[in-house]
């Protein structure tokens, strides 16, 4: 059974007339490097990248996600059965694809980065109405600068596309994971407008998890899972996380600010980025030890993730396991960090 998909392809948002904000463009092409490292991880290529195999969903006329489709050109990696090396679609084709030459996630990478070359100017990187002229500017000639054909593109968000398009191999980025960096890069350090989507996008969300401690375990496909499934939520100064006495089921794990733990007035504990709160209660086999003990406060601008037992059961068995390991870690540290404060109180204080 195939997913149906709400909505349609990016091939007419190529046209002059229809070009997606930028913003979105970049967060499109980070998203479909991530789902294409994913591929790659499982030894295939997909070499027929381009516009029209990208599925977007929308929902209200706006654009929300985008799938990857038709894997029918793809080269499997680990495959001893004879496959064809020269497919694609042309405009969007490497050198190296055009030759029949072996092949890496590199190619790929060059035609999604013609994509995004395609959707920003309204024109692919080469064009000519024959085969060979096209062929020949692939091989030899340097697509124009971004800067030159569309108003609002920084030089950084061209040089990124233009690294991509690279003639030579080792010049592209070496991986998926690099090059989805450099996008994700663009909108976090704010080199395109953003007009558009003011909310915080997917990627800032997915590039912040990772550099999560909480998170060090999770693959990529598990951060997705949690980018997608948990409840995003801002703190401000002075707010009760939780009060003593109050029955808890959720939990948060703390993306950015600082959180204090305050047991009958005394502060007991402080809390950074990339630690939990809130896992004893929800973890706890009975409604009397749900009951918090203490008061957490924000003390500074706090953004957490949180879930509750319904959001958790929709994440993969995988996901939740890697949620159990991150708790037991947290867990160990706090009941290290009780034995050195009972046998060493002194170093501690």
Same mark, same amino acid.
């Given at each position: ?137 692939? #091989? ?141 209660? #929800? ?67």
């Amino acid at each position: 059974m195939m997913e149906y998909v709400p909505g349609s392809t990016l091939r007419p948002f190529c046209r002059a007339d229809q070009l997606l904000p930028l913003e979105l463009i970049v967060e499109l092409g980070f998203k479909c490097a991530m789902a294409l490292g994913y591929v790659y991880r499982q030894g295939l290529i997909h070499r027929d990248v381009k516009p029209a195999n990208l599925l977007v969903t929308q929902s209200n006329g706006a654009i929300t996600d985008v799938k990857v489709t038709d894997f029918g050109s793809v080269l499997n990696l680990a495959s001893d059965v004879t496959q064809v090396y020269r497919v694609g679609s042309l405009a969007y084709m490497s050198p190296e694809q055009l030759d029949g030459a072996a092949l890496d996630c590199r190619a790929d990478i060059y035609s999604l980065g013609a994509v995004l070359y395609h959707l920003i100017a309204g024109r692919p990187p080469f064009d000519a109405q024959v085969q060979s002229a096209m062929m020949h500017q692939i #091989y030899h000639q340097t697509p124009p600068p971004l800067t030159r054909l569309r108003a609002g593109v920084a030089p950084t968000v061209d040089a990124v596309i233009q690294r991509a398009l690279a003639k030579d191999v080792g010049q592209r980025y070496r991986d998926w994971d690099e090059f989805a960096q450099a996008l994700s890069a663009l909108i976090s350090q704010q080199h395109v407008p953003r007009g558009h989507l003011q909310g915080v996008l997917d990627s800032e969300r997915f590039t912040l998890l990772r550099s999560l401690d909480f998170f060090a375990n999770f693959g990529d496909v598990e951060l997705w899972e949690v980018v997608h499934r948990a409840k995003w939520q801002r703190h401000d100064f002075g707010r009760a996380l939780y009060r003593k006495g109050e029955e808890g089921n959720t939990f948060h794990i703390i993306a950015k600010g600082e959180l204090e733990v305050f047991r009958d007035g005394q502060k007991v504990a402080q809390l950074g980025a990339g630690t939990s709160v809130g896992e004893m209660a #929800y973890l706890a086999p009975s409604p009397d030890l749900r009951r918090h003990s203490t008061d957490v406060i924000v003390t500074e601008t706090a953004t957490t993730i949180s879930f509750t037992p319904d959001t958790l059961a929709q994440l993969s068995p995988g996901c939740r396991h890697l949620f159990d390991e991150g708790f037991i870690r947290v867990l160990v540290r706090r009941l290290h960090a009780a034995h050195e404060a009972l046998a060493h109180p002194r170093r501690i204080l």
